[in-house]
């Protein structure tokens, strides 16, 4: 297994290197708001966030990120591995900053999957203006990853640029 979650730490970063040209566009991210309850749906997690300022020169985006109901095959219960990843794009769609959470070993799949993340981007861009959108990398198992059974194991993931 540690040789999927290192694939997937090395090659999430070159998912996009395919695209010609980014854009608001062209990419799944939403708008940086402030203050303002914002949500992003992807294949398997939905987020639900907010953007934050503090001392009006540094900002972040902090929520939680729920599988829905439905999504995975009833027999997955646990987390082995969880990376949550928030990329920041200008206007032009080009990623100015990303950063990843990981998450403990053994978590339920029915607890969110909570972040705060601190942004660089709302001091650096002069016109406020970029773009937020979120990739996850889920490794689920049937058993928690301290049982003696083995059960089955499914992997999620996802780039949050396209």
Known sequence: MVEVWLIFVLCLPLGGLGCQHYSPTHSSGNPW???QPMSQVT???EFQYIGY???GMEGGVKGEARIPAGVLPEWAGYYEHAAVVV???DQRGRIVEQHR???PQGMKVAEPLYFDFKLDSPARLDDRTFYISFGYFL???EFPPTSER???KIIRYE???K
Do not use: C, D
Request: hydrophobic share 25%.
């Open 43 to 45: 294949n398997t997690l």
């Open 33 to 35: 708001l402030l203050e």
């Open 159 to 161: 780039a949050g640029y």
């Open 139 to 141: 490794e689920l198992s």
């Open 101 to 103: 959470q990981e998450y």
């Open 53 to 55: 300022t503090e001392s």
């Open 87 to 89: 990329y920041v794009t």
């Open 150 to 152: 083995h059960g089955r």
